[in-house]
């Protein structure tokens, strides 16, 4: 039996939960979660930070954990993944800007993406959520919709699946996106 491969895209600033929940998750699943960076390699970090929700009007920042990579960015061979993870936090903000990575995402539109929080940046980035519905940290909404994408306003733990394509607002999602994003990768989880 071959083992199923996941592509996560990562960058400096990821929120850390956003990265470390899904990669450990998937893991334990069974999958190959390669967990790639644009100029880095394997053994090579990146650093995280923690969201978090505490009254203000938006999310606090503050310092999270390094991250190591597993594969690296450069070798990435789009065809050997089943699907694409990609976390939220400040990362998208500027992965968005590197063609190659515009690239890599519009190469998995017709597979199952697992976007997060400030992934909708990337998502609106890439041009592949036209007429899709979409959830993404709410300050992001405007870029769905420019992007032509249809913003689902759903609470900050729920997830919404338009197709292959499972977003969701913030990390208190998990459970609910990372269980949708299973079921679009044909999996069926039973206990």
């Known amino acids: 039996m071959s083992v ?3 592509l996560l ?7 850390d939960y956003e990265i470390m929940v899904p990669y450990q998750a998937l ?20 650093l995280t930070a923690i969201h978090d929700f505490e009254g203000a009007q938006t999310y606090s920042e503050k310092p999270g954990h390094r991250f190591t990579l597993t594969a690296d960015f450069a070798a990435v061979n789009e065809a050997e993944y089943a699907g694409l993870v990609i976390p939220g936090g400040r990362a998208p903000e500027y992965l968005r800007l590197d063609p190659q990575v515009i690239a890599l995402v519009r190469a998995f539109a017709d597979r199952p993406i697992a976007a997060i929080c400030h992934a909708g940046q990337l998502l609106a980035a890439a041009r592949i959520i036209e007429g899709r519905t979409v959830s993404a940290y709410p300050a992001c909404r405007p870029e769905v919709e420019l992007a032509g994408g249809i913003y689902a306003d759903i609470a900050v733990d729920d997830s ?13 999602a998990h459970p609910r996106w990372l269980a949708q994003f299973v079921a679009a990768l044909g999996a069926r989880i039973s206990i």
Request: proline letters at 7%.
């Open 9 to 15: 895209l990562a960058g400096d600033y990821v929120e």
């Open 27 to 46: 893991s334990m699943l069974g999958y190959q979660v390669d967990a790639v960076c644009p100029g880095k390699k394997a053994g090579e970090y990146v």
């Open 160 to 172: 919404v699946t338009d197709g292959l394509l499972v977003t969701a607002p913030a990390w208190p």
């Open 4 to 6: 199923k491969k996941l």
